[in-house]
């Protein structure tokens, strides 16, 4: 069966300091890739989206970035975080013919940048 | 473009009652849609779909209504329980994307005893 896994749960880290999120995926090839973040009391933002190693498409302009250096490894970076990068992180994966199936999410991760 | 659209941000309801929850959508080729349900510091769960050649589909206490005549579509949980509160998020896949799903903004339900 298809497992995701989304780490750390929680991230308290100051402003200016670098992120890297991490999200893996296993019992699947080729899967397409996404984060999303949830601002408090906000609904579900698409931040960034990949359908294979190498490719990244950004949603928003912002101050992340994500990579996929693997199939099955989808990253979320910044170099130095703002103080509106807070809000919970979530890592999806889906078949690429996502209709009908939709995305199974990972468990999250809450960021706080203080 | 919100396509997708939850109009209540929030639904309180007694336990045992019924919660019916709405969404709306604005681009007609939408063709199936899904309900994910979402507690806090976790992730979305999927609950339920159903697919625009059907107008009901059902699953235990969870129904959703397809009115596509209105681009309308609804959740019902019947009866409402105190584990069903959380956040219920209306998806529906963008036709000939690369996957995209759109979601509503989400509805919080509160069951109270």
């Known amino acids: 069966s298809q497992t995701i896994h989304q780490w750390p749960a929680t991230l308290v880290q100051p402003v200016g300091s670098p992120l890297s999120l991490e999200c893996t995926v296993e019992g699947t090839s080729n899967p397409n890739l996404y984060w999303y973040r949830q601002a408090a009391g906000r609904g579900l933002q698409l931040l960034f989206y990949s359908v294979g190693i190498g490719q990244i498409s950004s949603e928003v302009p912002q101050n992340l970035s994500a990579s996929r250096p693997q199939d099955r490894q989808f990253i979320l970076s910044s170099k130095k975080l703002l103080l509106s990068d807070s809000g919970f992180y979530l890592c999806?994966?889906?078949?690429?013919?996502?209709?009908?199936?939709?995305?199974?999410f990972g468990s999250g991760t809450r960021l706080t940048v203080v | 473009d919100q396509q997708v659209k939850q109009n209540s941000p929030s639904l309180s309801v007694q336990e045992g009652r019924i919660s019916i929850l709405n969404c709306d959508y604005t681009n007609s080729m939408f063709d199936y849609f899904l309900w994910y349900k979402k507690y806090p510091a976790e992730g979305p769960t999927f609950l339920i779909s159903i697919s625009s050649i059907k107008d009901k589909n059902e699953d235990g206490r969870f129904t959703v209504f397809l009115n596509k005549s209105a681009k309308h579509l609804s959740l019902h949980i019947v009866p409402s329980q105190p584990g069903d509160s959380a956040v219920y998020f209306c998806?529906?896949?963008?036709?000939?994307?690369?996957?995209?799903?759109?979601f509503g903004a989400g509805t919080q339900v509160v069951v109270t005893p």
């Open positions: 998806a529906a896949p963008v036709p000939d994307s690369w996957g995209k799903l759109q």
């Open positions: 999806a994966w889906s078949k690429r013919r996502v209709l009908n199936y939709g995305y199974t």
